[in-house]
């Protein structure tokens, strides 16, 4: 029975995908792990060091079954890796069982398969965030003029566009993704070097083996071992967790956007993933609620990844085990927020309306820093400021309008005579270059 919210049958699907779930799956895992011996007895076979008969009578019984992964499955535990080779070598006929595993050791053929695991995760995931920056780069353009309050510290700040904030995700979103390109040639590598990472079992050509068998997994050749390094892993951890926490990002606006008092967006209400078992009316943003639990989950296994021990000597399992339980889970939580954060926008509605009234909540107050603006090349920056201050005091005490506060003042006036104060008041006249930023940050949309 799975324990835990990414591993329960009951609670994984609010947090889940079918789709990354299969990578890391045990038939998965086999056939990883199948790819890798295939591939070496083809590599092998390919620099003369094994009979090419024997390699490809490898290569046809190393595909993964049913009956296979049950074999496994009754296999020993201490070393994951013999109860496969076990079930192979039972497959392979007499006269090339010998070829099977020749020259590597457990933790090269293991590390290379999580590669190839790693390498397919990190496709998904770029796949679905070129589909996720294509949705949020239309609801900027949409959305370019759609006027909005800014908040900063939980406070209403100035007049913004809604457009405005889904270009900030979409900005954070291409950096994710140029993140996750990079690190993609250190983080999808071969592992091929023997027991204690000196070539010792195959000689020079170990070397030859690992380059050849890495063109073909279309792997990144590294001659050295990387066993007990913890950067590489670390990255993929951490590179991932970074994405995770620009989908949390998004999932937490999306949240509060939604609250009773706010308003501003809405999802479409579905008995099973948002109603109440109680209250009939709830409309619980649950898909932002497990995105953003997604990312916290993910932030942490990230830094279990990251502060864990360093590696003793040339390899050590206890490292191995912590990375084999959490990089599968970060990739799997990672993708499951995306995903769900993808399917939602399609299914958002935000009311201009709340957003307007939203808005309109501080009247003038919302508006004097642009004021201030405007009245600091009369008073200087200073004065202007502290006039401004003054009356958000007064008008919060006693409700007094900015016309009347300034007539009280007619040093005051004298100075700024000529200001159109109605038309600074107004909060479509101070959205600063939103739509501007929005339109150049959506691009050409498809």
């Known amino acids: 029975m799975g324990i835990g919210a990414l591993n329960s049958a009951i609670y994984k699907r609010g947090y889940t995908t079918p789709r990354m779930e299969d990578v890391w799956s045990e038939g998965s895992l086999v056939g990883a792990i199948f790819d890798v011996e295939a591939g070496l007895a083809k590599a092998q076979a390919d620099l003369g060091i094994l009979p090419e008969a024997a390699a490809q009578m490898i290569r046809e019984a190393a595909v993964p079954s049913d009956d296979l992964i049950a074999d496994v499955s009754r296999g020993k535990v201490g070393n994951p890796l013999v109860a496969v080779l076990d079930a192979l070598r039972a497959r392979v006929p007499d006269d090339a069982r010998r070829w099977v595993h020749y020259g590597a050791t457990t933790q090269d053929i293991l590390d290379t398969a999580r590669a190839l695991q790693i390498q397919r995760s990190a496709t998904i995931l770029l796949d679905e965030l070129d589909e996720l920056i294509s949705a949020v780069a239309q609801l900027a353009e949409t959305h370019a003029e759609t006027l909005m309050v800014a908040r900063t510290n939980g406070q209403h700040a100035l007049p913004t566009t809604l457009g405005m904030r889904f270009a900030r995700w979409l900005a954070e979103l291409r950096r994710d993704r140029e993140r996750l390109v990079q690190m993609r040639p250190r983080t999808e590598i071969i592992q091929f070097s023997g027991a204690a990472g000196t070539y010792a079992s195959l000689g020079d050509d170990g070397p030859r083996t690992a380059q050849v068998l890495a063109e073909q997994l279309g792997l990144t050749y590294e001659p050295l071992p990387w066993h007990a390094a913890g950067d590489i892993m670390a990255e993929v951890a951490c590179t991932t967790a970074i994405y995770a926490q620009s989908l949390g990002k998004i999932a937490e606006d999306l949240f509060a956007m939604q609250r009773t008092d706010i308003g501003e967006a809405h999802e479409s209400m579905d008995a099973h993933s948002s109603g109440s078992s109680t209250m009939p009316q709830k ?152 739509a501007r930023l929005s339109r150049e940050a959506a691009g050409p949309v498809r």
Do not use: W
């Open 283 to 434: 409309l619980n943003p649950f898909t932002t609620m497990k995105a953003s639990v997604s990312a916290r989950l993910v932030a942490g296994m990230a830094s279990t990844v990251l502060t864990q021990a360093p590696a003793a000597d040339e390899r050590d399992h206890r490292q191995s085990e912590v990375q084999r339980d959490l990089i599968p889970q970060i990739f799997v939580a990672t993708e499951g927020a995306s995903a769900k954060l993808l399917g939602l926008l399609g299914r958002l509605h935000f009311d201009r309306d709340a957003l307007r009234a939203n808005l309109d909540q501080e009247g003038v107050l919302l508006m004097t820093e642009g004021i201030m603006m405007a009245l600091a090349p009369r008073l200087g920056q200073e004065g202007a400021h502290d006039l401004l201050q003054a009356f958000a005091q007064e008008h919060r005490a006693t409700g007094v309008g900015l016309e009347e506060f300034l007539a009280e003042r007619p040093e005051v006036l004298d100075k700024i005579e000529g200001i159109d104060i109605t038309a600074l008041s107004q909060p479509e006249n101070y959205t600063g270059l939103s």
